[in-house]
């Protein structure tokens, strides 16, 4: 029999893990949004899971819930032993936000957006809570509400990079670019080496038609992180639309190594190919894609363009 206190320790070690697996999770969108939350403070030492409800990378960007089926044992545990601490000391701002970010973890988006408000009433300099609020107000598409608790964050820390990083990915979206600029540029002033900064710079400097500099910004991401797919993505993205269509086929099958089962790259990678005059490579790009059964309602609509794709080429679906 495994003591009652080792099999506390080894639930919030599993949570804890699982948050910092989800690192690169993106985290994840049909808003594709590089928006991160963050572990409490027992686990605050690793890297900040980051998490993308906004953008136009749903693949990367939405941080789906762990499956309860898979996930609720430990999560449920965490959840009611928190909850029985709260009863204990129900001041303990700390130990609330541990509650949430479980919460939030299960999918119990209401309760966690309820308790982490309760966070910020018992500790109003809690940045890491208005920063997981933002998330989830911007995974919910409420994203004035979103940019207004990034604000409230940078407000009570400036020099805090992911809300930073949040605030200017939700200003993308929404349109306002010269705003999601400004956050980009203040975050590379901050940590030049910033590689979802140096994504969303890029990004924006797309939107305004810049696309020499957007490609220069996501080599620059991949200078820092060469494993990274997102700048590999979106450095085909770039090249493709300032008509280096060969240049883009070969960042497309780089992006394709590093994320092989990723839809969203295999998509594109086939429109690169064919634009190349690569038809017959095209197709056998979509077919492997529809190989592979969807796993959420992002990759069912990607699977559905696919579709389309090999109609209008005249390959069925």
């Known amino acids: 029999m495994v003591p009652e206190r080792r099999l506390r320790r080894l639930s919030w070690a599993v949570l804890t893990a699982s948050m910092v697996m989800s690192a690169v999770l993106l985290t994840v969108s049909l808003l594709a949004l590089a928006v991160s939350s963050v572990p409490p403070a027992s686990a605050r030492e690793a890297p900040a899971r980051a998490r993308m409800p906004i953008g136009d990378d749903p693949r990367v960007v939405r941080a789906r819930p762990l499956p309860v089926e898979n ?3 430990d999560l449920n545990r965490i959840i009611e032993e928190t909850q029985e601490e709260l009863t204990r000391r129900p001041g303990d701002a700390e130990v609330r936000f541990r509650l949430a970010f479980a919460l939030e973890q299960r999918g119990d ?8 408000l309760n966070v910020i009433q018992l500790a109003p300099g809690h940045v890491w809570a208005r920063n997981n609020l933002g998330v989830l107000y911007a995974k919910r598409g409420q994203y004035d509400e979103a940019i207004g608790k990034f604000g409230e ?4 820390d400036p020099q805090h990079q992911t ?3 949040n605030s200017g990915l939700v200003f993308l979206k929404v349109g306002d670019t010269e705003a999601a600029l400004r956050q980009f540029r203040t975050l590379l002033t901050i940590n030049p080496k910033h590689v979802e900064g140096l994504i969303g710079l890029g990004k924006a400097f797309m939107e305004q038609g810049e696309f020499d500099q957007a490609a220069s910004q996501f080599r620059e991401a991949l200078a820092v992180d060469p494993q990274s797919s997102r700048a590999q993505r979106f450095l085909g993205k770039a090249l493709l639309k300032k008509g280096d269509i060969a240049g883009a086929v ?9 994320r092989p089962h990723d839809p969203y790259v295999r998509y594109e990678l086939a429109q690169a190919l064919d634009a190349d ?21 992002e990759g069912d609509a990607v699977r559905g363009l696919a579709e389309a794709s090999l109609r209008r080429w005249g390959a069925g679906p």
């Open 71 to 73: 996930a609720a044992p």
């Open 109 to 116: 988006i209401d309760r966690a957006i309820q308790e982490y």
């Open 153 to 156: 964050a940078l407000f009570r």
């Open 163 to 165: 809300a930073r990083l």
């Open 250 to 258: 070969s960042a497309y099958q780089r992006a394709a190594q590093l």
């Open 277 to 297: 005059g690569n038809r017959a490579e095209a197709v056998s790009e979509l077919r492997r894609l529809l190989e592979r059964p969807p796993n959420d309602a």
